[in-house]
């Protein structure tokens, strides 16, 4: 098999690292490695499958280097900066951050929903805010069986979805210190505040929720509300989704989508208290799906609970599948 | 002023000994106190007003003391079987438990919300269940001023609402150990599952806030679904609530009328970073509302955010606030 050289820009964050765990977990074909960070830390030891490299700094001259696939997870000032030079210098991007999700000239993907869009990619891939890629996992198989109206969000969020940063608040908040990232105590409480706030009222987190989820499933009439929470879990976000088909279904055709879709696992047993939890989702790659009930409230009304690991399906592992697509369609 | 004597059954419990500090902190007019609790805790010394009372055991008999007023926070089945008994003494029941909720001769009352259901009581008044009561206060003058069609509930509930069994899962799975109430852990994790499932897929917590809401409401046509969800935190409920009305609205109509709405503090200051917290609620009385703002996937959609503290306002200030409103309408 063909074996690829690797860019992670932002190694050393806890998406970075998590990237190369998945790479070494799910035997990405590669052949060199090229671990990349700031200047603040370059130089550093990382070890990817048991052998050691060195941080290499982040900077124009090093997409000279013979890279086929970087890996961006450093924040979307830097992606902004970095991966149109990378792009240029004809290495493809598969880029975490927000800074390309919107960009119609750049495809914005989940493999199991709309890997068809890499075919058109022009060197820079946009990996999904996580909260998305978990929420169109569950309801691309809804959306192509019955088509779907309109979707209500309420989130449930991990800290780790703010890095390093939101997890030391909440591990030292457990510990009756105080938040340094946060603006308020997450430890025994729920924020309703993720990413800043904007005019209408809305964070940006939920307006990437209504406008990632009509990117991905094409569809720009879907009509979406979101609202985002985080609260003090560690790893795996939750999701109330209260779902409007256009189309009758029965819940038992509901469940058997969820069976045969990929990437999901169906977890919909509640009299033996099986349903999705964010401390079983943690370190898997799978979108579990639970809860699945009726609402009485509207015609052709759903609701659904559906987890899975932030770091991983919610980026890492959704970015080391895209370069798995890549391979799978012959685009690289 | 006239003054009371009040028996507070289940006394010992988390929300008993809750409603002895409220009838003490809104110094409602108590003359004799009769605490009240199983044969296992009678015979405790407990505290209140600064003075020592001894737990006397539930009985038929306990109820031939001069008692005004039972507020009853001891399970649904101990409310079925001793409440009637208290109401045929002429004892007014105001009880805690979702025993005589949904009873057509019951009044289910939130003092902001319905007092006028106080005046057909037939001595046994039923308190909601705590996630019904802090969202009814802040959709009742929504619902008077525009009419509500559609309610989507999802809840972000303290383990409080457990009791103490809750309480401890929580602060013991903090420290690592295992879980003995919950069927799963409960610490860094969020379980979409309150009180036990019905043949619909529901909860009955779920179908609590549902029925409870329209009844409250008086309005049987009012469609609603709900999902309850347990997060690790120890006090306060907070509710991510979708709302339709009937009429159009203005965002500021609607954050001026919830200024001026009995229970209710309007925290709507986003980027000042002021929007409802649990750790803020607690302890209080009041319904804090946020995160006001218009859904624009639905005609008159509307997103709040609600928090209030379900052992207080959830709870045993609710019922002493019912006593109050007794008082208030001559009907004690």
Not at 96 to 105: G, V
Not at 153 to 177: C, F, H, M, P, R
Not at 300 to 310: E, I, P, Q, R, S
Request: proline share 5%; glycine share 6%; net charge negative.
């Amino acid at each position: 098999m063909k074996s690829y050289n690797v860019a992670v820009v932002g190694v050393t964050g806890m998406v970075g690292q998590k990237m190369l765990q998945v790479l070494a977990e799910l035997e990405f074909p590669v052949n060199n490695l090229y671990p990349m960070a700031s200047k603040r830390s370059a130089g550093k030891e990382i070890v990817f499958n048991g052998k050691p490299y060195v941080v290499q700094e982040l900077c124009d001259e090093a997409f000279d280097q013979e890279i086929d696939i970087a890996l961006f997870s450093a924040g979307g000032d830097t992606s902004a900066r970095f991966s149109p030079v990378a792009a240029s210098k004809g290495v493809i991007v598969i880029d975490n951050s927000s800074a390309f999700r919107m960009d119609p000239s750049v495809p914005l993907v989940v493999p199991e929903v709309n890997p068809e869009d890499l075919d058109w990619h022009k060197n820079i891939i946009a990996n999904p805010n996580c909260s998305t890629i978990q929420a169109v996992v569950a309801l691309k198989p809804l959306y192509d069986a019955f088509g779907i109206n309109r979707i209500v969000y309420s989130t449930y969020q991990a800290v780790s979805g703010s890095g390093v940063k939101g997890y030391s608040d909440l591990e030292n908040g457990i510990k009756g210190e105080e938040n340094t990232f946060y603006p308020h105590p997450i430890a025994y409480n729920c924020l309703p505040h993720i990413d800043s706030f904007l005019d209408n009222g809305y964070t940006k987190e939920e307006m990437k929720m209504v406008n990632e989820t009509q990117k991905i499933l094409h569809d720009d009439s879907l009509r979406i509300t979101a609202t985002t929470v985080r609260v003090p879990v560690f790893y795996s976000h939750s999701e109330s989704i209260n779902v409007e088909t256009k189309k009758a279904f029965e819940l038992d055709a509901v469940r058997h989508l969820f069976t045969q879709a990929p990437g999901i696992i169906l977890q919909d047993d509640p009299t033996n208290d099986l349903y999705p939890l964010a401390r079983v989702a943690e370190n898997t790659d799978e979108v579990y799906v639970g809860r699945v009930r009726r609402d009485f409230s509207v015609d052709n009304g759903l609701n659904l609970w559906v987890v899975a690991d932030n770091i991983r399906k919610g980026a890492a592992s959704n970015a080391v599948q895209i370069a798995f697509e890549l391979i799978k369609r012959g685009l690289i």
